[in-house]
């Protein structure tokens, strides 16, 4: 079974800084963190930032654009959301996303998601 894991997340003042940290854990060796997405009260999920499996391109949210920076270390099954000049609008619950091809012959991936982590900007 796959298990995905988000950390990080607190309460900050604007302008402030967080780093989430995503560890994912199964027994398959095609198992990757393929980005963030987040979720404000009474608002739909929306992506954050995501990647493609080789990690080539990372696109991100344009809310978030020269604030947030993805990175992945796919040794060790983790990534990572560093946020900068976080503003109010940034409150939500921070979601990380995995995929994971389980058997040999798969070709399309399983989707997982961790239980999430709150972040709440304000004054």
């Known amino acids: 079974q796959v298990q995905v894991v988000e950390s990080g997340g607190g309460s900050v003042q604007p302008g402030g800084s967080l780093r989430l940290s995503c560890a994912a854990s199964g027994t398959t060796p095609r198992l990757y963190v393929m980005g963030w997405y987040r979720q404000a009260p009474g608002k739909q999920r929306e992506l954050v930032a995501s990647t493609s499996f080789g990690g080539t391109t990372t696109n991100y949210a344009d809310s978030v654009k020269g604030r947030f920076a993805f990175s992945r270390d796919n040794a060790k099954r983790t990534a990572y959301l560093q946020m900068n000049s976080l503003k109010p609008e940034d409150t939500a619950v921070y979601y990380c996303?995995?995929?994971?091809?389980?058997?040999?012959?798969?070709?399309?991936?399983?989707?997982?998601w961790g239980q999430g982590t709150q972040v709440t900007v304000s004054s």
């Open positions: 996303n995995a995929k994971a091809f389980l058997t040999t012959w798969s070709t399309r991936p399983n989707d997982y």
